[in-house]
Each structure stands twice: as C-alpha cells, then as structure tokens.
C-alpha cells in the first residue's frame, strides 16, 4: 500500500493528499481539495439541543463549569489553557444555557411528579364515592367479573355502560385480539381492574352493595 502524504493550505483553506512518489516512481498524483471549513462545520438543532435528556444537560453543565471555573494549576494540567483563551466566551454561553435548561427540566419533572402523586392520591380518596355512583346494571356487571377466579368474563363489545365503566378505568379488555362467533351481538373479555377489586375486598358494605345489585339485575333478566 502505498503512503500518503497530506498538506494543508490555510490561507486557501483547504487540504490536500497525494501518493508519496519516494515510495514508488510510477506513482501518480491525487490530489483531493477538502474544504475544512466543511470538515470543522456543525448544524446545531435548537430543538435538539432543548429536548436533550437531563443527564446529558447535566453532563455538559458539569463540564463546561468545570473548564470555566477550575484554577489555572487544573487547566495547565489538563493542557486546557490554550482552549479556554480561545473559546471562553463560548463556553461561558455553553455553560449559562445548560444550567438554564437543566434547572428549568428539573423544576418541570419535579412538578410533573407532584400533579400525577396528587392526581392518584385524589383518584384513590374517590374510588368508594365513585363506585356508588354506578347504575345497578354497572353495579353488577362489575359484581359479575368480582365473583370470577380470574376476574375476567364475557361481555357484550357494543354495549355501553360497559364502555363508560371501561372509559372510567374500572374494567378493562383482557386481550387485544379475541376472535367472535357473531359479528351482530360480539362479545368480548374483560377484566375487572386491581383497584375496583380491592375496594369491594376491604369494605364490606360497598360489596354489598354490589351484590344486592347483582341479583335484582337477575330478576330482572
């Protein structure tokens, strides 16, 4: 394989590589023009850059802080001096963007965490108030699937009070993809959720409730 020997030119701006002939006299010039101001070029996606994860805007706080804010002993041991006289001034804005946008992220995410904490808090201190609410007919449907070992049962597709109670989180399909014999009247799996479970299971009254329900339903039916 034959070397290369590569040559710059500042003031043209460009770079250029050719076959060293030492090596070989038939050898014949490539030259190839580089633009390094295409090489040393970066597009910069502010959209990117703000949507970046927390721990990589902490990262390039951390480090710009520590270029900027280090005693000179630090930075000639870490031959730095030199980057930091001639980029400073964007390293400082390096750094004052990052801190910016790590601190606004961490505010956000911690009241993100407090909205959705509170949010299910309320949602748990609801539950027995909600559930009294229901029609007898939901009252016991959601009896029906109670009774079941496994919690799940068969259910009318088109049938809407059981799309509310699935709308209000409180039964839910137990597979994605069921095959149905009628297409006219198809009938689905469902599953009771964990937490209407758990109200029925610790409060006695409101299982009562349910089941009184239940079988007036049945009469009914």
Not at 119 to 137: D, G, P, V
């Amino acid at each position: 394989m034959k070397p290369l020997i590569i040559k710059t030119n500042v003031e043209k701006n460009e770079i250029e590589c050719e076959i060293d002939k030492s090596k070989n006299d038939n050898a014949i010039d490539i030259l190839i023009p580089v633009n390094i101001k295409e090489i040393t070029k970066m597009n910069f996606d502010i959209k990117e850059i703000l949507t970046l994860p927390t721990s990589i805007m902490a990262a390039i706080s951390l480090a710009s802080g520590i270029l900027l804010f280090s005693p000179e002993i630090l930075l000639k041991k870490l031959f730095m001096m030199d980057f930091i006289n001639k980029n400073g001034f964007i390293l400082g804005i390096v750094f004052v963007v990052s801190i910016s946008i790590l601190i606004v992220n961490i505010i956000f995410s911690c009241a993100k965490s407090f909205k959705n904490a509170k949010a299910r808090k309320q949602f748990y201190a609801t539950a027995e108030k909600r559930l009294r609410k229901l029609t007898s007919y939901q009252k016991a449907i959601i009896y029906l699937l109670y009774i079941q070992d496994n919690r799940t049962f068969e259910l009318p597709l088109n049938d809407g009070a059981i799309r509310e109670l699935e709308q209000n989180k409180m039964v839910g399909k137990a597979t994605t993809q069921y095959m149905v014999s009628d297409l006219i009247n198809p009938v689905f799996p469902y599953l009771l959720q964990p937490w209407v479970a758990n109200e029925l299971s610790k409060k006695g009254e409101l299982l009562d409730e349910f089941l009184r329900a239940y079988n007036t339903v049945l009469k009914v039916i």
